[in-house]
């Protein structure tokens, strides 16, 4: 079946603008995590969704960063005002289980966003 | 001291070798621990997850833990040069934590 997808791969913002990035699940997956990934890093968690409840936003760097996940399957995440140290991969996952712990998660591509 | 941490490497071994790959985590509250792999430029692809205490093999990986050492490993067995690549520590709590990754290559 298809994996997770995520839109645009690659996004170049200039500083100051807004920006949003998709991340369609696997079908069917309660759980949606969002991780930025800096080159030469570990993925950094974000935030966390069980369905479309927002159960952990305790990663989100500063306000300027917002998920959603309205239906409970797609989810956006917006950044406002970019800055030059947003530069990073934006990487989605989800998961079966209702908990982080519960089952593994799958990776979609990645967003590859530029801030100039 | 980061929650989850990994030698950066790179490791190299050379092909048909026992490559070792070591993880230290801090949150004694850790209930899952998984080993993702991640070629340059892509997303990280699952490998092997433990929960238990003890050794799980699945073909040439073994996932080692032992939580009183708050210790977790992959032994690849048999490595190939499509081994090359990052290898990724996650722990699970409350949340996921990554490591920073341990780079290996495994020349012919």
């Known amino acids: 079946g298809a994996g997770v997808s995520q839109s645009p791969r690659y996004k170049v913002a200039k500083r100051g603008q807004d920006v949003a990035l998709r991340c369609d699940p696997i079908s069917g997956h309660v759980s949606l995590f969002w991780y930025q990934q800096a080159l030469g890093q570990g993925p950094e968690f974000l935030t966390y969704?069980?369905?479309?409840?927002?159960?952990?936003k305790s990663g989100l760097p500063s306000d300027r960063f917002f998920a959603e996940r309205p239906e409970g399957s797609v989810s956006t995440l917006k950044i406002q005002r970019t800055q030059q140290e947003d530069s990073a991969v934006y990487l989605c996952?989800?998961?079966?289980?209702?908990?982080?712990?519960?089952?593994?998660?799958?990776f979609g591509p990645g967003t590859r966003l530029t801030v100039t | 001291q980061k929650e989850v941490e990994q030698n950066s490497g790179p490791l190299s071994v050379p092909e048909g070798a026992i490559a070792s790959l070591n993880c230290t985590y801090s949150?004694?509250?850790?209930?899952?621990f998984f080993w993702y792999r991640q070629y340059s430029g892509k997303s990280p692809e699952l490998i092997m997850f433990i929960y238990s205490n003890g050794d799980k093999e699945d073909g040439r990986f073994t996932a080692q833990l032992n939580k009183a050492s708050q210790y977790v490993s992959l032994l690849i067995r048999d490595s190939q040069p499509s081994d090359s690549a990052t290898y990724l520590c996650a722990v699970t709590s409350n949340d996921m934590r990554f490591g920073a990754g341990t780079r290996l290559t495994v020349k012919p």
């Open positions: 949150d004694r509250g850790s209930q899952s």
């Open positions: 969704f069980q369905n479309e409840a927002q159960l952990d």
């Open positions: 996952a989800s998961s079966w289980g209702g908990t982080p712990s519960s089952y593994e998660q799958y």
